[in-house]
């Protein structure tokens, strides 16, 4: 399976992972220069291609949504260009922390990368921000907002990007789209109250961290309750495991019936219960 490239407005441009994996962005300035929205280095060639197919002259600016190894590990790579990693201070703070093992953990079904791109390592952003700042280029403004609710929503990093002139939201893994989220690095709660606000944002088009885009508020909001309902479901049902009301079992049948039959990476719930249960990765 292969990315598609999506054109979402007349700068903007999502690179749509297969199966659900993680999306890009790439928003063009007119005079050829672009801000990239999140990288993956397994993934590298995709994006330098839709980079080349987009007819970008050069990459201004790395943005990292939040600190997830799909979303920044290609940092090393763009650092080495010399091109500034934007993110949010919750973001750097928890790559310090725990990305290194992390890196290195899902580095090692490619090791081949190491040989390929020589001193490959976790690289933190170099432009960090704790609130909101502005990354600017010609006919682009990007506003950037830090949204993990009490330092930890979705992620610890948590940031959405607004493109004012062509009025596209990137929300980051906050929304997933036609895909059961991974939900074992996060704090569900603290998630429900950051997508809260998001049910009233505006924009024309929606890019979320993974899963199909999306044309139209109405739309849009109807994703953002989607996954609202599915995180407060999930959540209530977590509860009910611990104890002991009702099985796992039971559990990964309701989360993928009903409502959530057609959603794909149905292995996910399994996964992401057992990891809220034992605290140990699966
Ligand atoms: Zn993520």
Redesign the pocket.
């Known amino acids: 399976m292969e990315s598609t490239i999506r054109q979402i407005s007349k700068s903007a441009y999502a690179i749509i992972g297969p199966e659900g994996a993680t999306n890009f962005s790439i928003v063009k300035a007119n005079d050829g220069s672009a801000v990239l929205v999140d990288a993956d280095i397994r993934r590298i060639d995709e994006v330098e291609e839709a980079l080349r197919l987009t007819g970008c002259a050069r990459v201004a600016y790395l943005v990292d949504t939040?600190e997830?190894f799909d979303?920044t590990s290609a940092n090393f790579y763009f650092a080495q260009k010399q091109i500034p990693i934007v993110a949010s201070a919750g973001c750097a703070g928890a790559m310090r922390d725990d990305g290194g093992a992390d890196f290195e953990r899902m580095l090692k079904p490619v090791p081949e990368l190491y040989q390929r791109f020589p001193g490959l390592c976790l690289t933190l952003p170099d432009a960090v921000f704790d609130k909101t700042t502005d990354v600017k280029l010609p006919s682009v403004t990007l506003h950037l907002e830090y949204r993990a609710e009490n330092g930890h929503s979705?992620?610890k990093g948590d940031t959405t990007l607004y493109f004012e002139e062509e009025e596209v939201f990137i929300a980051g893994?906050l929304l997933y789209t036609e895909v059961h989220p991974?939900t074992f690095f996060g704090n569900i709660p603290n998630w429900l109250t950051a997508l809260k606000p998001l049910f009233q944002t505006h924009y024309k088009h929606l890019v979320p961290?993974h899963g199909p885009t999306i044309d139209g508020e109405q739309s849009g909001k109807a994703y953002f309750k989607k996954m609202y309902d599915y995180l407060e479901d999930f959540y209530g049902n977590l509860q009910e495991i611990k104890s002991g009301r009702k099985s796992k079992e039971e559990i990964i049948k309701h989360m993928q019936s009903g409502p959530y039959a057609p959603l794909g990476k149905s292995r996910m719930v399994e996964r992401n219960i057992n990891q809220f249960m034992t605290g140990k990765w699966y």
Do not use: T
Request: no cysteine; hydrophobic share 10%.
């Open positions: 939040h997830h979303h979705h992620s893994d991974v961290g």
